[in-house]
């Protein structure tokens, strides 16, 4: 909708299309020039920090797990591994692989999604994955086979594929056996190989010319593609661990949005995702993934919003290349979580969710009750380089009529995979009367 007043203009989304969650954009024109931007996140906020305040340390991943359908996993193992680290307790060997195991499925499911389903149509002239299964039934399918393989990935590991049950704070109420994991084996394969497919199909898309100017902040590992380990890295020169996170990233509130801005301390707005974890990491992917890269005419770094759908498909091929291996290596751990004790201290934890950067902080008591939880999720570190974004990519493109720029605006924000129903957790609200 596009509402026009003296001297300017106004274009409104109510509801921004194919994105998880409820937000929408409003774009102030005047004079020539863009006078402001919002993205309206008003899905309404569902205060998890205040709800784990009270609970016992065992609780987070089964609560956490609710806050998103779509990447359970992250919350489960950000608040394992926060939990622990104020414990004092580090899991290792097979249970770990577990894990890392698990949350390949994520990936592949997760990316499956948005890769096929939210924002291809976009490239293709489609409103929607449905009118693009019309002409590209094959297309989808693959689409379809690659989340059905992340989801056996999970409910193998979990339990199930929607909000896990077998984590818990230390491991797993139950292991898999080695004999029940090799079939995976041939269907990961497959998977492996739809991914490929994947990443020569969108590596053909036709992307405008347009690059982030921010700094890019991804977990970094020295010999792996992050995703359960490492230290918060940036290209401005950040490098901290977990426990530093506060020290680096602040919070605000914005009047506009459910779901708090982060910016860098000292500086400005910032982008977690895809293209940060693969610009700081791609020396660390697979030579399958890194050969796949080079192919899709990624270099070692990539700062367009728009390519991060190529991004996401050599991130599945890293996925199911790095499931594969832990398949085949996995032994059967002699129990399936390490013991885990309550003791008063604080914990930090970040891991690499789909849509990037996670952090988690507990304060437990000596009891082993929660007494203040900070949730920070991707899509709330993001929002503010959103704007930013948006902002710059309108500027240039004016002349377009109402409804193509409208249309624009909203392949930009899709192109970063915003999920709004995980940002909106702020618990300080205010009433302002005037």
Same mark, same amino acid.
Not at 120 to 146: C, I, S
Not at 225 to 235: D, H, K, N, V
Not at 305 to 319: D, G, K, M, T
Not at 412 to 417: G, L, P, Q, T
């Given at each position: 909708?596009?509402?026009?007043?003296?001297?300017?203009?106004?274009?409104?989304?109510?509801?921004?299309?194919?994105?998880?969650?409820?937000?929408?954009?409003?774009?102030?024109?005047?004079?020539?020039?863009?006078?402001g931007v919002q993205l309206r996140i008003y899905e309404p906020p569902r205060f998890f920090?205040?709800?784990?305040?009270?609970?016992?340390?065992?609780?987070?991943?089964?609560?956490?797990?609710?806050?998103?359908?779509?990447?359970?996993?992250?919350?489960?193992?950000?608040?394992?591994?926060?939990?622990?680290?104020?414990?004092?307790? +580090? /899991? %290792?060997?097979?249970?770990? *692989? #577990?894990?890392?195991?698990?949350?390949?499925?994520?990936?592949? !499911?997760?990316? @499956?999604?948005?890769?096929?389903?939210?924002?291809?149509?976009?490239?293709?002239?489609?409103?929607?994955?449905?009118?693009?299964?019309?002409?590209?039934?094959?297309?989808?399918?693959?689409?379809?086979?690659?989340?059905?393989?992340?989801?056996?990935?999970?409910?193998?590991?979990?339990?199930?594929?929607?909000?896990?049950?077998?984590?818990?704070?230390?491991?797993?109420?139950?292991?898999p056996s080695r004999a029940e994991l090799r079939p995976l084996a041939e269907r990961v394969?497959?998977?492996?190989?739809?991914?490929?497919?994947?990443?020569?199909?969108?590596?053909?898309?036709?992307?405008?010319?347009? +690059? /982030? %100017?921010?700094?890019?902040? *991804? #977990?970094?590992?020295?010999?792996?593609?992050?995703?359960?380990? !490492?230290?918060? @890295?940036?290209?401005?020169?950040?490098?901290?661990?977990?426990?530093?996170?506060?020290?680096?990233?602040?919070?605000?509130?914005?009047?506009?949005?459910?779901?708090?801005?982060?910016?860098?301390?000292?500086?400005?707005?910032?982008?977690?995702?895809?293209?940060?974890?693969?610009?700081?990491?791609?020396?660390?992917?697979?030579?399958?993934?890194?050969?796949?890269?080079?192919?899709?005419?990624?270099?070692?770094?990539?700062?367009?919003?728009?390519?991060?759908?190529?991004?996401?498909?050599?991130?599945?091929?890293?996925?199911?290349?790095?499931?594969?291996?832990?398949?085949?290596?996995?032994? +059967?751990?002699?129990?399936?979580?390490? *013991?885990?004790?309550?003791?008063?201290?604080?914990?930090?934890?970040?891991?690499?969710a789909p849509r990037g950067l996670l952090y988690h902080r507990y304060r437990l008591r000596?009891?082993?009750?929660?007494?203040?939880?900070?949730?920070?999720?991707?899509?709330?570190?993001?929002?503010?380089?959103?704007?930013?974004?948006?902002?710059?990519?309108?500027?240039?493109?004016?002349?377009?009529?109402?409804?193509?720029?409208?249309?624009?605006?909203?392949?930009?924000?899709?192109?970063?995979?915003?999920?709004?129903?995980?940002?909106?957790?702020?618990?300080?609200?205010?009433?302002?009367?005037?």
């Amino acid at each position: 909708m596009t509402k026009r007043s003296t001297g300017g203009r106004t274009i409104r989304v109510g509801a921004v299309a194919r994105v998880e969650g409820e937000g929408g954009m409003v774009v102030r024109l005047r004079d020539g020039r863009v006078d402001g931007v919002q993205l309206r996140i008003y899905e309404p906020p569902r205060f998890f920090e205040a709800l784990l305040q009270g609970r016992a340390f065992t609780e987070p991943p089964d609560i956490t797990a609710r806050i998103c359908g779509i990447c359970p996993v992250a919350y489960q193992m950000t608040a394992c591994l926060a939990i622990e680290a104020a414990c004092g307790v +580090e /899991v %290792d060997g097979p249970v770990a *692989a #577990l894990r890392r195991l698990l949350y390949c499925g994520e990936w592949i !499911g997760s990316h @499956a999604l948005h890769i096929y389903f939210l924002h291809a149509p976009d490239f293709l002239g489609y409103p929607g994955a449905v009118e693009m299964a019309a002409d590209h039934r094959g297309v989808v399918e693959r689409g379809l086979t690659l989340r059905k393989t992340g989801n056996e990935i999970m409910t193998a590991i979990g339990g199930r594929s929607i909000h896990p049950v077998n984590v818990k704070v230390g491991g797993f109420y139950r292991v898999p056996s080695r004999a029940e994991l090799r079939p995976l084996a041939e269907r990961v394969a497959r998977a492996r190989d739809a991914a490929l497919e994947t990443v020569r199909w969108v590596a053909g898309f036709d992307v405008p010319d347009f +690059e /982030v %100017d921010c700094d890019l902040v *991804a #977990l970094h590992h020295t010999y792996r593609y992050p995703i359960l380990e !490492g230290r918060i @890295a940036s290209t401005g020169g950040i490098d901290a661990a977990p426990c530093e996170f506060p020290d680096y990233f602040v919070e605000e509130q914005v009047a506009h949005s459910t779901a708090l801005h982060a910016r860098i301390r000292g500086g400005g707005s910032y982008l977690v995702g895809p293209l940060a974890r693969y610009s700081l990491n791609s020396g660390c992917l697979s030579p399958l993934a890194r050969e796949a890269a080079a192919a899709a005419g990624l270099g070692a770094t990539c700062r367009n919003p728009f390519r991060s759908i190529v991004v996401r498909a050599v991130e599945v091929v890293e996925a199911c290349d790095e499931a594969l291996r832990i398949i085949d290596e996995y032994e +059967e751990p002699p129990r399936p979580a390490v *013991a885990v004790q309550a003791r008063e201290a604080t914990g930090h934890g970040c891991t690499e969710a789909p849509r990037g950067l996670l952090y988690h902080r507990y304060r437990l008591r000596r009891d082993g009750l929660i007494e203040e939880a900070q949730i920070v999720p991707p899509t709330s570190q993001n929002q503010a380089q959103m704007e930013r974004d948006l902002r710059r990519f309108v500027d240039p493109r004016l002349g377009l009529p109402n409804e193509e720029l409208a249309l624009a605006c909203e392949r930009v924000i899709r192109s970063y995979d915003p999920c709004i129903s995980c940002a909106t957790h702020f618990l300080d609200l205010r009433v302002e009367t005037v």
